[in-house]
């Protein structure tokens, strides 16, 4: 931890709780017995605020993690949508396709945080994939 004091098993046990997702913030302060106007002075004290950030960033990270796992399996699903019989499935796979690229971009220049994810070239369509996305988008301007 920081510097500054210790935080007490109490205050550890409501951040944990805070960030758990299973209860909201009222629940956990009845929980823990903790009365409205303690918490408030909790959230104003430097070191309280502090370790909340640190665990926020490190679900962040976690979070990442995750979605650069399955970002691969995601973007294969996509391209296979295009391929939908059903029009408006493969339309929006089709935008969400040429979404990908400016989402990464995104990512990585997001002026709030650390840069996350690199921005990896984009994989080569095959000439039938170009085209039916071409043609979905046409057919979207059209309507």
């Known amino acids: 931890m920081a510097k500054g004091k210790q935080l007490s098993k109490k205050q550890l046990a409501v951040i944990e709780d805070m960030l ?3 209860l909201d913030e009222q629940a956990i302060l009845d929980k823990h017995k903790v009365r409205r ?5 909790w959230l104003a004290d430097e070191n309280f605020g502090r370790q909340l950030a ?3 960033a490190w ?4 979070s990442e993690i995750i979605i650069a796992r399955y970002a691969p399996l995601a973007a294969s699903k996509l391209v296979q949508l295009t391929e939908s019989e059903n029009q408006e499935t493969s339309r929006k796979a089709c935008l969400d396709i040429l979404s990908l690229p400016k989402l990464a971009a995104k ?3 997001d002026p709030g945080g650390p840069e996350t994810i690199d ?4 994989e080569q369509l095959s000439e039938q994939t170009v085209s039916k996305l071409l043609a ?8």
Do not use: F, V
Not at 119 to 122: K, N
């Open 20 to 22: 758990s997702g299973e």
């Open 37 to 41: 106007n303690i918490y408030n002075k």
């Open 54 to 56: 640190e665990r926020i």
């Open 59 to 62: 679900l962040n990270r976690q």
């Open 107 to 109: 990512r990585t220049s």
């Open 119 to 122: 921005a990896q070239p984009a």
């Open 136 to 143: 979905a988008l046409a057919e979207s301007k059209a309507k």
